[in-house]
């Protein structure tokens, strides 16, 4: 995984072009842009081909299906040009493994959710987190995708990751602090609204920037 500037574009537009212009403006300020639904479902699957010509992306469908099925969902993004892909790992060992070596086959990044960052995800996802981490890691997974609104969280899924990377959302908007999720293990921050929705998108990620450097 690539880790220069440790902050990942979540590019939840619903624009083709504002998307394309967003990635150009901040290429050189993050190591990955993440599209998901929003903008695949608004601009086509083609648009993970367009952005990945402007940065390396990681395609967050949160693949969460049988495995067959799920191989089928990770080459279909991983053919069109994503370098990396997320999948829920509660689904268990035989789907995300799946997702690993469909990944593996191409060359591609396997990320898995154990814990999400939203006040819901305390309800099954948190009782549940410790053994996903453990299982994920199993599954040889590159990284982990981990809340940023509950640093110790990423402390307690670091000590059963090791070094697989840990990705976090959550900051900003939905009031995780940048600082101290990297404070506690983090190695990258995915940051959407903060930046997207900013009247500056790039003065408020050089922000972010100077606040973890
Ligand atoms: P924002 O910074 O605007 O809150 O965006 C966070 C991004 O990370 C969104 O794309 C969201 O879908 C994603 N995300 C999240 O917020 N929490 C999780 O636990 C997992 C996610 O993928």
Known sequence: ??????????????????????ASTLKDRVDYVKVGYPLILAA????????????????????????NTNTLICEQVLDSGAAGIIAHAFVGRDSLSACVDAARECGGLVFA??????????????PAAERLARMAADCGVDGVVAPATRPERIRLVRSIVGDRAI????????????????????????VGRSITESP???ASADAILREIR
């Open 1 to 22: 995984m690539i880790l220069n500037s440790r902050l990942i574009l979540a590019l939840d537009v619903l624009s083709r072009d504002r998307a394309l212009h967003l």
């Open 44 to 67: 086509g699957l083609d648009i993970v081909g367009e952005i990945a010509r402007i940065a390396p992306v990681i395609a967050d469908l949160k693949i969460a299906d049988i495995p």
């Open 113 to 126: 959710v154990t814990e999400m960052s939203h006040p819901g995800a305390e309800e099954l996802m948190g």
């Open 167 to 190: 990705i976090s959302p959550g900051v900003g908007v939905q009031g995780g602090s940048p600082s101290a999720a990297l404070k506690a293990g983090a190695d990258s921050l995915i």
């Open 200 to 202: 500056n998108p790039a």
